[in-house]
């Protein structure tokens, strides 16, 4: 059978979540069938294993993407397998294989921005009712998601007639390193979009001295200026845009991982953090306590002394030695060897 997959979502350059997905499951498929891929520009191939069949058809937010199976039926796919929704599937001799990771657009309705306009304003009109998802995921023979709480999710808004299958997001490899001397640190890796609420752990910052809260991602003077303002004397450390290695060596000594998010469809830096022995304080949404366990202290969204509580009460070495454990235990189970199995299962089946 030849599978196909599309990978049009690699981000040239850093990757982005989707991107990142997408490089960590052709990876590990590719080690247990043949794979063959879709690209839209040949510098996405610098994310894949070397040598795989690729074949270059239009970008995903071209015109042309409604009829983007014209040109993959030229491949001979037997089954293509998209990371997203969106593909285009009109004219199909195909079985085809799509990807809802979650919901968070249809309560917090800003679009990235790094999308053009034109898209953007497609994606606030998408999102306004749930009619137009339904025509896109029954379009497919079978749907993936990368948690249990967006399956849920999925079956409560009816949004699909076809089975739906979970294959978790996983941390990339890395080398395992020891714990470094743990300090007074704690990590948030994610953006600056208003629903991950990065305002929660930020505020706490002012009811923390001597701790710091290292923000890794690339953010904005604006944004960067009025944070500063919310955690009054805190101490914040601005890494815009931490490189992988840099990431790990502040996880590895730090006390926690953090985040006020409000909705997410994972939460990939919680693996990675656990991967390391690095406890979460995080907010209480359900698919936070999905993925973090026992290794979490999950925290009202609006509630900043919950959180400074759930900080402070790391410092108990009997605490936080026993929510590392349960950390490095957790993480265990997210990896792309067994994401690719499932994935693997379903698209032969």
Not at 31 to 58: I, K
Request: charge should be positive; charged fraction near 25%.
């Amino acid at each position: 059978m030849k599978i196909v997959v599309d990978c049009r979502y690699l981000r040239v350059g850093r990757h982005d979540g989707i991107s990142r997905y997408t490089a960590g499951i052709v990876t590990a498929l590719a080690r247990l069938h043949p794979v063959e891929v879709l690209v839209n520009d040949e510098r996405q191939l610098d994310h894949l294993p070397a040598g795989l069949p690729w074949h270059l058809v239009s970008a995903p937010t071209s015109w042309r993407e409604p009829f983007v199976a014209r040109q993959v039926r030229r491949t001979g796919a037997d089954v293509v397998f998209s990371p997203m929704q969106t593909m285009g599937t009109w004219g199909r001799d195909y079985r085809v294989v799509l990807t809802l990771h979650d919901l968070i657009y249809y309560r917090h309705p800003t679009p990235p921005r790094d999308l053009p306009a034109p898209v953007r304003l497609l994606w606030r009109a998408f999102h306004l009712a749930w009619w137009p998802q339904r025509v896109l995921l029954n379009r497919a023979d079978a749907v993936v998601t990368v948690s249990e709480t967006t399956r849920d999710l999925i079956a409560r808004h009816r949004l699909t007639r076809r089975p739906v299958t979970v294959v978790p997001n996983a941390p990339d490899p890395v080398p395992d390193l020891p714990r470094g001397a743990r300090t007074r640190s704690l990590v948030y890796m994610g953006s600056f979009m208003p629903y991950k609420n990065v305002e929660l752990p930020v505020r706490a910052m002012a009811q923390l001295p001597g701790w710091e809260l290292h923000l890794m991602s690339p953010v904005r003077a604006e944004h960067r200026a009025r944070l500063q303002a919310l955690a009054g004397e805190g101490t914040l450390v601005f890494h815009d845009g931490a490189s992988d290695e840099t990431y790990r060596d502040v996880l590895r000594r730090a006390t926690a991982l953090v985040s006020g998010s409000r909705d997410e469809g994972f939460g990939l830096p919680l693996v990675e953090a656990m991967a390391l022995g690095t406890p979460l304080v995080v907010s209480d949404i359900p698919v936070f306590r999905e993925v973090g366990g026992a290794a979490g202290a999950y925290v009202d969204p609006d509630d900043v002394d919950g959180y400074v509580a759930a900080v402070r009460a790391l410092d108990d070495p009997g605490t936080w030695a026993e929510r590392s454990a349960a950390a490095r235990l957790r993480s265990a189970g997210y990896d792309w060897d067994t994401s690719a199995k499932t994935l693997l299962a379903l698209l032969l089946g």
